[in-house]
Nanobody, 122 residues
Framework: QVQLVESGGGLVQAGGSLRLSCAASGSIFSIEVMGWYRQAPGNERELVAKTTSGGSTNYADSVKGRFTISRDDAKNTVVLQMNSLKPEDTAVYYC????????????????WGQGTQVTVSS
């Protein structure tokens, strides 16, 4: 069993900042990818940012230069720092981890957090 627990969502005015955190716990051997996705009403879930165990990062074009993703492998946590927020950033944000549960397991498993609401008012 693996659990992802998110925190840090809320209501903020346009131009403000929020910091989302996600902690993974349970049967984890290694985490290959940790990332954040979001889903606004009527839209599909989309990638916001992700970071790999090798240190590479990917961002959606819409958040480049405003959002920063970072991870702490010792604590199995990932943080999304969101600056210069816009009303179009309003969505439920989900943490995702792609991981191995044991050293003898070759398969990768994807887990999701429960989601945290981010609302940006204009």
């Amino acid at each position: 069993q693996v659990q992802l627990v998110e925190s840090g969502g809320g209501l903020v005015q346009a131009g403000g900042s929020l910091r989302l955190s996600c902690a993974a716990s349970g049967s984890i051997f290694s985490i290959e990818v940790m990332g954040w996705y979001r889903q606004a009403p009527g839209n599909e879930r989309e990638l916001v940012a992700k970071t790999t165990s090798g240190g590479s990062t990917n961002y959606a074009d819409s958040v480049k230069g405003r959002f920063t993703i970072s991870r702490d492998d010792a604590k199995n946590t990932v943080v999304l720092q969101m600056n210069s927020l816009k009303p179009e950033d309003t969505a439920v944000y989900y943490c995702n981890a792609v991981l191995k549960t044991s050293p003898t397991e070759w398969s990768l498993y994807s887990y999701w957090g429960q989601g945290t609401q981010v609302t940006v008012s204009s």
